[in-house]
């Protein structure tokens, strides 16, 4: 069963940090586009950033650029979202999610989703 | 990174057909043939209908569809049901290499 399972959320500053890890199962990590996708309690569906299953080629929405990095550990199975200097407006619901094959035509279409991992960041 | 443009709210009775528009630019949704819908319903994980503008992913109701004109993708769904009502976010890859998602709209079945 192809599963992706989010942890590391959790409630922080303003100006504080957090790494969200993703980890994978039931398909081989390194032939897949990995994707952060976030959603504020009530609101829509924000693309946060994306990154090979190999770790290279990562790129970020303007809103995060400069203060989020992501990474992807393939021995573990496991995508990574280092974000520092958080805001009020970071605030939601992280969800990680596959994205197409490496190599596919295209790699931004999102069939599986993991349940989320909910960061707060209020004073 | 502007959000791509949808309507808030649409709605349709039982049996009839609605039409959800994604408004972008030349540099998203007029650039690319990489438009996905998706569809979310309370408290559950979005779930893609539509991907690369029109074709459908295995188990997806042949009652939707999508299209692209310019800069406008849509989403079609025919032969409205109960269990179609939910929120519906369109998405598109972007130029910058980056994706962005539309604002979302809320398909009401009256």
């Known amino acids: 069963e192809m599963q992706l399972v989010e942890s590391g959320g959790g409630s922080v500053q303003p100006g504080g940090s957090l790494r969200l890890s993703c980890t994978a199962s039931?398909?081989?990590?390194?032939?897949?586009?990995f994707h952060w996708v976030r959603q504020a309690p009530g609101k829509g569906l924000v693309w946060v950033s994306r990154?090979?299953?190999?770790?290279?080629?990562?790129s970020f929405a303007d809103s995060v650029t400069g203060r989020f990095t992501i990474t992807t550990d393939d021995a573990k199975n496991t995508v990574y979202v280092q974000m520092n200097s958080l805001r009020a407006e970071d605030t939601a619901v992280y969800h990680c999610?596959?994205?197409?094959?490496?190599?596919?035509?295209?790699?931004?279409?999102?069939?599986?989703w993991g349940q989320g991992t909910l960061v707060t960041v209020s004073s | 990174q502007s959000a791509l443009t949808q309507p808030a709210s649409v709605s349709g009775s039982p049996g009839q057909s609605i039409t959800i528009s994604c408004t972008g630019t030349?540099?998203?949704?007029?650039?690319?043939?990489?438009v996905s819908w998706y569809q979310q319903h309370p408290g559950k994980v979005p779930k893609v209908m539509i991907y690369?503008?029109?074709n459908r992913p295995s188990g997806v109701s042949n009652r939707f569809s999508g299209s692209k004109s310019g800069n406008t993708a849509s989403l079609t769904i025919s032969g409205l049901q109960a269990e179609d009502e939910a929120d519906y976010y369109c998405s598109s890859y972007t130029s910058s290499h980056t994706v962005v998602f539309g604002g979302g709209t809320k398909l009401t079945v009256l």
């Open positions: 690369d503008v029109a």
């Open positions: 039931g398909f081989t990590f390194s032939n897949y586009w």
């Open positions: 030349s540099s998203d949704v007029g650039g690319y043939n990489f």
């Open positions: 990154v090979k299953g190999d770790g290279t080629d990562a």
């Open positions: 999610v596959r994205g197409g094959q490496i190599g596919s035509y295209d790699p931004n279409v999102f069939d599986y």
